[in-house]
């Protein structure tokens, strides 16, 4: 079909506009507006000294953070919705985000955090890594995608269980309030310490997944034809698996549980692409980065008492996806 072609080559170029748009926006958006020309000026290193504290020490980690955090969710759930073929398949299916949230509550909950900045990030990861091994010993040998999301649900059941019993015992009511905000996702406040932790574990992470389109492709026959091409099950559920953990282990070390994101993109990219698992991947990475810069800034600009976390915003996003597809699916009863 040319006219789905044509779209499909103008896709990524579009994505890259819209990242460049959303990260101008982001650094230009706030409680204090910074215009163009001093924009431009405080990157330059000139200009008021205010001005480029504001963009060089807040704006420019939280944009960054935002992109990254935003890419890594969205590409996770393009590879596990095209890996389980479950069009509802998203990083917490494999208990990936709930494990690293919990890793995060412990270092708020016996107040290790307090060390260093890097203790709860590093937590968070080594929280998602933990799960991972775990998944791996409940999903045994089994290839098919039912025990993988059996096991999935197990362990992130497990995660939600040992965050609700840190908040039940939690010592006073301050630590209850901040495993409160972070279990709501926010990137407030990040610095660049927040782009370096994250930065390794999206990169790895990401490559992990990419590396794998051609394998997804062969799933949508089935495991049985996937073999039949030449694809090797078991290493590409361990790609896929470790993937997901060291990715999304990173990026909810800095973020906090920001849901949806994972779930949204891949729908609102499937449509402009041929629909084959591999060809969402990419657009998927790009979507989710510039969907979650714009809730970050709409965090910042919707008026409210206190600024709005952005595990809120991101989840009223989500609603209508899971309204499209309650239509679609009435359509078929």
Request: glycine share 12%; charged share 10%; aromatic share 4%.
């Amino acid at each position: 079909m040319p006219v789905l072609r044509a779209r499909n080559r103008a896709l990524i170029p579009l994505l890259l506009l819209g990242i460049a748009l959303a990260g101008i926006a982001s650094l230009m958006l706030g409680a204090v507006p910074i215009p163009t020309g001093r924009l431009l000026d405080a990157a330059l290193g000139h200009g008021d000294p205010v001005v480029r504290a504001i963009l060089l020490e807040l704006r420019l980690p939280r944009t960054l953070v935002a992109l990254m955090v935003g890419g890594m969710l969205g590409l996770a759930g393009a590879a596990l919705q095209g890996y389980l073929r479950n069009p509802l398949a998203e990083p917490s299916v494999l208990g990936a985000s709930n494990s690293a949230a919990l890793g995060a509550v412990a270092a708020i909950y016996f107040g290790i955090g307090d060390y260093s900045p890097a203790v709860l990030p590093l937590l968070a990861i080594l929280a998602a890594l933990a799960s991972l091994a775990l998944l791996f010993v409940l999903a045994g040998r089994a290839e098919g995608p039912l025990a993988l999301i059996l096991a999935g649900i197990a362990v992130s059941t497990l995660a939600g269980a040992g965050i609700s019993l840190a908040l039940n015992l939690s010592p006073n009511p301050f630590a209850a309030m901040e495993i409160m905000a972070w279990l709501l996702g926010s990137i407030e406040n990040r610095a660049m310490d927040h782009v370096w932790i994250a930065l390794p574990c999206i990169v790895v992470g990401a490559a992990l997944l990419l590396w794998d389109g051609r394998a997804l492709d062969a799933l949508s026959l089935g495991e049985d034809g996937a073999r039949s091409l030449g694809v090797d099950l078991t290493r590409t559920r361990a790609r896929l698996l470790l993937g997901v953990a060291i990715g999304v282990g990173g990026a909810v070390a800095v973020s906090g549980s920001v849901g949806f994101v994972g779930l949204i993109v891949p729908h609102l990219v499937r449509p402009l692409t041929d629909r084959s698992p591999s060809a969402v991947l990419l657009p998927s990475f790009l979507g989710g980065a510039v969907l979650l810069t714009g809730a970050d800034i709409l965090v910042r600009l919707i008026p409210t008492a206190g600024e709005l976390k952005l595990g809120v915003v991101t989840a009223f996003l989500g609603v209508p996806v899971f309204l499209v597809h309650l239509l679609k699916e009435r359509r078929l009863w």
